[in-house]
């Protein structure tokens, strides 16, 4: 039960309840139950308050102090908490459904059985907190930091339906999407079993090849992705060509008049033995020095050699296609 001075103190403003917190810093405030639902307590020291079971639902309460404060059971539902510091606050069975925690501190905060269903969390600090058994369906998650975080048993959906729980903030919207989501699924499906990743020049004779090779790959109901790597400035070029090789089912690397093919195949092909890749070679060149060590590698099927772009996408669905495709299902089940 709260202490009625207290509250008396704190219902006079914030800069009084400030001012007395300053001057009797020994006190530990008890609010405890108090209802204090759509207050303004903006910048409010709570520091090391006891709040358990308050309700300061839809309150304003940016900026404020609950370092060290006791919220357990307490309603904070809906409420405005941007930039607010929950810093070793016991937060366990909270309901911060619905708040807006941008730019708020939660770093080593306790937040066991809490709801944060529809909460928002943009900027938050979660680091070294706990978030065991937290209902987070809806829960909005962008650039969070949880370094040190126990993420455990995260119930993605609503109480209404059967539980699912994870153990990782971050994949739990993705997760919930790919349940109840069937769009979803099919982008994934499609990112898993039908990209196609395209290497090669992309000087204005090379580059009309791989748009040839590109066209015919859609019409195979392939989702082919062409990589211009003299244009990726502003990434590094491993991770790019990297994570664009892991979404592909193969790639087709055309190793014609090779400059930058050295390069993006030294990033891929060692590295990644769940890919096939097709070379392809017009017949009027030589393969580069290096490519022989390539060849090595089962995943890298052999050069096939073409007349000119005609005779290319005339042989695309027989020599290059099925073959890169076979090769690829071999390859998955493998793993």
């Known amino acids: 039960m709260a202490n009625q001075k207290h509250l008396k103190i704190l219902k006079q403003g914030v800069d ?47 900026y404020a102090n609950f370092n060290g404060a006791t919220l357990i059971g307490a309603e904070i539902s809906g409420t405005d908490l941007m930039f607010t510091s929950f810093v070793n606050a016991n937060l366990s069975e909270a309901s911060l459904s619905g708040a807006d925690l941008f730019g708020a501190n939660l770093s080593h905060a306790d937040l066991t059985d809490a709801n944060l269903s529809g909460a928002s969390l943009l900027r938050t600090n979660l680091k070294n907190s706990i978030l065991t058994r937290c209902l987070i369906f809806g829960i909005s998650v962008w650039n969070v930091q949880l370094e040190g975080t126990e993420q455990n048993s995260l119930v993605i959906t609503p109480e209404d339906e059967p539980t699912v729980t994870v153990d990782n903030l971050k994949l739990a919207q993705f997760i919930y999407l790919l349940l109840n989501n069937k769009e979803i699924r099919e982008v994934i499906d499609t990112i898993t079993s039908k990209v196609v990743l395209i290497l090669g020049r992309f000087t204005p004779e090379r580059k009309a090849v791989l748009d040839a090779l590109r066209d015919e790959l859609r019409k195979q109901n392939y989702s082919p992705v062409l990589f211009d790597f003299a244009r990726a400035e502003h990434r590094d070029i491993t ?65 096939y050699q073409y007349k000119d772009s005609t ?25």
């Open 16 to 62: 009084v309840w400030n001012k007395w917190r300053q001057e009797h810093p020994r006190i530990k405030p008890d609010l405890s139950g108090a209802d204090l639902n759509r207050s303004n307590l903006y910048g409010a020291n709570f520091s090391k308050a006891d709040l358990s079971y308050i309700d300061i639902s839809e309150a304003h309460l940016g």
């Open 239 to 303: 991770e790019t060509i990297s994570l664009l090789a892991r979404m592909a089912r193969f790639v087709l690397a055309d190793i014609t008049d090779a400059r930058s093919i050295p390069q993006e195949l030294s990033i891929i092909v060692p590295d990644l033995p769940s890919v096939s890749i097709q070379p392809l070679l017009q017949a009027s060149f030589n393969e580069y020095g290096m490519f022989e060590h390539f060849t090595r590698y089962p995943w890298v099927l052999p050069t």
């Open 311 to 335: 005779a290319l996408l005339a042989a695309m669905k027989e020599d290059i296609i099925d073959p890169a495709e076979r090769k690829a299902q071999k390859l998955t089940k493998r793993l």
